[in-house]
């Protein structure tokens, strides 16, 4: 899939709405539209990364960006101390359905493990 017909370059472009809870140079996050948990919020790079495979050399500071800028959401939305998931799906047989990387933020209910 090209970057002009990725649905989250979308959102970062500001051609697709999205219920946006936090944003700097590096990254977006927001509420996922089929939340599969009370608080489940995407956290996305601004550049178009396809599946953590395309992660190279050099995105470090990224990659460690989207964990530290879960760990801040979470506590803004009161997960900290109960407790929350982060999940990276990639490629199909992980689930993942939409080709730029994003981090799954769940919270608010009791998970199981292990994932299905
Ligand atoms: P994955 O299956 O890991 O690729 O996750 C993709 C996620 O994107 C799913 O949880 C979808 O519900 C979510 N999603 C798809 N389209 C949108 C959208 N326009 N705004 C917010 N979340 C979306």
Redesign the pocket.
């Known amino acids: 899939m090209s970057e002009q017909d990725c ?2 370059c979308k ?1 970062v472009n500001g051609d ?1 709405a ?2 946006i809870v936090y944003e700097n140079d590096t990254l977006i996050a ?7 948990a009370p608080t ?1 919020i ?1 956290l996305i790079p601004r550049r178009h990364i396809a599946t953590m495979n395309d992660l190279q050399d050099g995105d470090e500071s990224l990659s460690g960006e989207l964990l530290l800028a879960a760990t801040r959401i979470a506590a803004d939305e009161g997960l900290a101390d109960e407790g929350y998931r982060v ?3 990639c490629n199909a047989a ?6 730029h990387i ?1 981090l ?1 933020l769940m919270g608010g209910r009791t998970m199981t493990w292990p994932p299905g």
């Open positions: 649905l989250f959102i697709l999205a219920d927001f509420r996922d539209i089929d939340p599969k489940h995407l999940v990276m799906n992980a689930g993942q359905s939409v080709f994003h799954h």
